[in-house]
T-cell receptor, first 110, second 115 residues
Framework: TQLLEQSPQFLSIQEGENLTVYCNSS?????LQWYRQEPGEGPVLLVT?????EVKKLKRLTFQFGDARKDSSLHITAAQPGDTGLYLC??????????FGAGTQVVVTP | NAGVTQTPKFRILKIGQSMTLQCTQD?????MYWYRQDPGMGLKLIYY???????DKGEVPNGYNVSRSTTEDFPLRLELAAPSQTSVYFC??????????????FGDGTRLSIL
C-alpha cells in the first residue's frame, strides 16, 4: 500500500511557467521531506518540514506542510529547464513507518 | 567528497545467478538503506541497518540478503536472480533515523537486468 500519494504523476510545462506538485496521505506525519532526482543519479534532499503549517522557501521553490501534517505541496515559480527531474516526497508516520511516494516527473522545456 | 559509492553501475545477470551489490559510505553514518526503484513506483525499501551488526527487513526483502560487518559497508546479496528483480538499486545512508527528519544521502545506483 502506498502511504504517500503524489500528484500529478507527470507534468510538462514551458520555461517561465509556475507549477505545483502535491503529496497527500490519510496518515499524520512527524516529518516530511522533498527530494529531487535527475536521470542516472540518486535522489538529493531539497527540504525537510516538521511543523504543521510550516512554509519553507528555497530560491524559486516553496514548500508547505499542511496544518494537520497529512499533506504537503511544492511550488516552483518561473520554472527553468534545470528544474527538470523526478520530485519525490518521503515521510515518517506516527507509527514510525517511513516511505517514499511514487514521485512526480517534471519536464521544463525551453 | 565520495559520499555513498555503489558498484557496479550496470550489470546483466542470467536467471538463477547470484551477485553482490556493493555499497560503501565515508560519512561515518550509522544508518544505511537499500532501495529498489521501478518505473512509476518510487523507491521501495529492501533492507536497512541502524549500525554495524544490526540489520532489519524493509518493505520488499524477499529474494535479498544483507550484512553490516562495518560502519562503512552494506552489501546487498541476490542469491537466485529472477526477472522480477530487474530494477535500479540505490544505497543510502543517514546520520540518524528518518523519523527525526535526517536527510538520506544516496549513491548513483546500480542498474540490474535479469535475463
Amino acid at each position: 500500500t502506498q502511504l504517500l500519494e503524489q500528484s500529478p504523476q507527470f507534468l510538462s510545462i514551458q520555461e517561465g511557467e509556475n507549477l505545483t506538485v502535491y503529496c497527500n496521505s490519510s496518515s499524520v506525519f512527524s516529518s516530511l521531506q522533498w527530494y529531487r532526482q535527475e536521470p542516472g543519479e540518486g535522489p538529493v534532499l531539497l527540504v525537510t518540514v516538521v511543523t504543521g503549517g510550516e512554509v519553507k522557501k528555497l530560491k524559486r521553490l516553496t514548500f508547505q506542510f499542511g496544518d494537520a501534517r497529512k499533506d504537503s505541496s511544492l511550488h516552483i515559480t518561473a520554472a527553468q529547464p534545470g528544474d527538470t527531474g523526478l520530485y519525490l516526497c518521503a515521510g515518517t508516520d506516527s507509527w514510525g513507518k517511513f516511505q517514499f511516494g511514487a514521485g512526480t516527473q517534471v519536464v521544463v522545456t525551453p | 567528497n565520495a559520499g555513498v559509492t555503489q558498484t557496479p553501475k550496470f550489470r546483466i545477470l542470467k536467471i538463477g545467478q547470484s551477485m553482490t551489490l556493493q555499497c560503501t559510505q565515508d560519512m561515518n553514518h550509522n544508518y544505511m538503506y537499500w532501495y529498489r526503484q521501478d518505473p512509476g513506483m518510487g523507491l521501495k525499501l529492501i533492507y536497512y541497518s541502524v549500525g554495524a551488526g544490526i540489520t532489519d527487513k524493509g518493505e520488499v526483502p524477499n529474494g535479498y540478503n544483507v550484512s553490516r560487518s562495518t560502519t562503512e559497508d552494506f552489501p546487498l546479496r541476490l542469491e537466485l536472480a529472477a526477472p522480477s528483480q530487474t530494477s535500479v538499486y540505490f544505497c543510502a545512508s543517514s546520520s540518524g533515523p528518518p523519523a527525526l527528519g535526517q536527510p538520506q544521502h544516496f549513491g548513483d545506483g546500480t542498474r540490474l537486468s535479469i535475463l
